[in-house]
């Protein structure tokens, strides 16, 4: 069993920074990879980023250069890093993590680019 809880998200102006963080608790050490996801209004949830237990990095193309994927697993945490946000950055953000054949999901984190 595995729980995640985000933090981090906010109002943010065009161009600014956030960090989200996501505190994983219950197996940890099993999971493999780490995700985060996004879900903007009246569209599907999609991929940002993922690392891996081994460090492989994957990103979206819409947000590679401007989005860090990080994981400290002697905190038992996953951040994201974005830098040079644009409006359509706008939705909720979701961290994920696959144990196995399971996806566990945290309850998400509201991220708002606006000026």
């Known amino acids: 069993q595995v729980q995640l809880v985000e933090s981090g998200g906010g109002l943010v102006q065009p161009g600014g920074s956030l960090r989200l963080s996501c505190a994983a608790s219950g197996s940890v050490f099993s999971i493999n990879p780490v995700a985060w996801y996004r879900q903007a209004p009246g569209k599907q949830r999609e991929l940002v980023a993922s690392?891996?237990?081994?460090?492989?990095?994957n990103y979206a193309g819409s947000v590679e250069s401007r989005l860090t994927i990080s994981r400290d697993n002697t905190k038992n945490m996953v951040y994201l890093q974005m830098n040079g946000l644009k409006p359509e950055d706008t939705a909720v953000y979701y961290c994920?993590?696959?144990?196995?054949?399971?996806?566990?999901w945290g309850q998400g984190t509201q991220v708002t680019v606006s000026s």
């Open positions: 690392i891996t237990t081994g460090g492989t990095l």
């Open positions: 994920s993590g696959t144990v196995g054949r399971l996806d566990y």
